[in-house]
């Protein structure tokens, strides 16, 4: 039997269920297998490893990583591709399907009940684009315990979260991220190897999991809160940013001291900070 990815195959397939994409799903599917292998090659899987898939579609690449893993457990909203899962898995019998929406599952009682405690986890796949950042801010923040996160979404995207400082793509989206994992653009994918093809570029984005933040915050939520409020108007200083943000308790004078004192120039812009700059700005803030 052919891959799943081969397009005759999801071809057959498709017409077989007469399915229609639903683009409000985020419905592109890949028909390459050459990408699929080197998605599934960058979360360096052993056969003892557990696979986490959000949105499996009709399985392309559910298969590759059931190749290589022990067992893979897949997300899926749409119910229209249950039956069709049903057929394509049934060579691969350690592949569950859960339908449901990824973002309302409780991901880490999920991964208790699936997995062995300890196994070597990764998340791969193809996410809808509609709801990339939500899906990939939702496994972060929860720190589901897993090694690697190999994901593709729109080139754009993964430009922001890998982003350094100094760069127009670098944001809050980027420190969100690099707070928690390692993050690197593997690969671009172009548009023609998806079924059907989408408006915008894709890369393969691979996120490895910090054992813990590289910086020491007073308090993560206040942390996020000054990094945020730093880049509401990115044309904006450091200084006016923030001082808008802290304007209930504090002059603008008192801001600019308190910059100074930690050696952060007020006129620089957020773009222009670390990831240590921030947390040290947020530690001389906090609860002023
Ligand atoms: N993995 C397949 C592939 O690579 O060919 C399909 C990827 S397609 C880009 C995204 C998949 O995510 C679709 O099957 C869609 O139905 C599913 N999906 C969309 N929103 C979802 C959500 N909130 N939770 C779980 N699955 C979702």
Same mark, same amino acid.
Request: charged share 25%; glycine share 0%.
């Given at each position: 039997m052919k891959d799943i990815a081969t397009p005759t195959r999801t071809?057959?397939?498709?017409?077989k269920y007469k399915f229609r994409f639903k683009k409000s799903l985020g419905q592109n599917f890949l028909i390459d297998p050459n990408i699929l292998t080197n998605i599934v090659k960058a979360a360096s899987l052993s056969p003892e490893s557990g696979v986490i898939e959000i949105g499996p579609g009709i399985g392309a690449l559910t298969e590759q990583s059931a190749k290589q893993a022990e067992k893979v457990l897949a997300f899926e909203i749409d119910q229209r591709l249950l039956p069709i899962l049903k057929e394509t898995m049934a060579p691969y019998p350690h592949v569950e399907v859960i339908h449901q929406d990824v973002l309302k599952a409780d991901m880490n009682e999920q991964i208790a009940a699936h997995f062995k405690e300890g196994q070597d986890l990764a998340v791969?796949?193809?996410?809808?684009?509609? +709801?990339?950042?939500? %899906? *990939?801010?939702?496994? &972060?923040?929860?720190q589901v315990p897993v090694r690697v996160m190999v994901?593709?979404?729109?080139?754009?995207?993964?430009?922001?979260?890998?982003?350094k400082p100094g760069s127009?793509?670098?944001?809050?989206?980027?420190?969100?991220?690099?707070?928690?994992?390692?993050?690197?653009?593997?690969?671009?994918v172009p548009k023609t190897v998806f079924m059907p093809q989408?408006? +915008?570029?894709?890369? %393969? *984005?691979?996120?490895? &999991?910090?054992?813990?933040?590289?910086?020491?915050?007073?308090?993560?939520?206040?942390?996020?809160?000054?990094?945020?409020?730093?880049f509401t108007q990115r044309r904006k200083t450091l200084l006016n940013?923030?001082?808008?943000?802290?304007?209930?308790?504090?002059?603008?004078?008192e801001v600019q001291a308190a910059l100074q004192e930690i050696g952060i120039d007020p006129t620089r812009r957020a773009e222009s900070l670390t990831m240590q700059e921030f947390a040290a700005i947020s530690s001389v803030f906090f609860r002023k």
């Open positions: 071809k057959e397939i498709l017409e791969v796949a193809n996410l809808p684009y509609y +709801v990339t950042t939500p %899906i *990939l801010m939702k496994l &972060l923040q929860e994901v593709m979404l729109q080139a754009e995207v993964a430009d922001r979260i890998a982003a127009k793509a670098y944001g809050s989206l980027s420190i969100a991220a690099q707070y928690y994992a390692d993050a690197e653009t593997v690969f671009m989408p408006n +915008v570029d894709s890369a %393969i *984005l691979r996120l490895t &999991l910090r054992d813990k933040p590289p910086v020491d915050v007073v308090d993560e939520a206040f942390f996020f809160e000054i990094v945020q409020a730093s940013n923030l001082s808008k943000k802290l304007e209930a308790t504090m002059s603008k004078q």
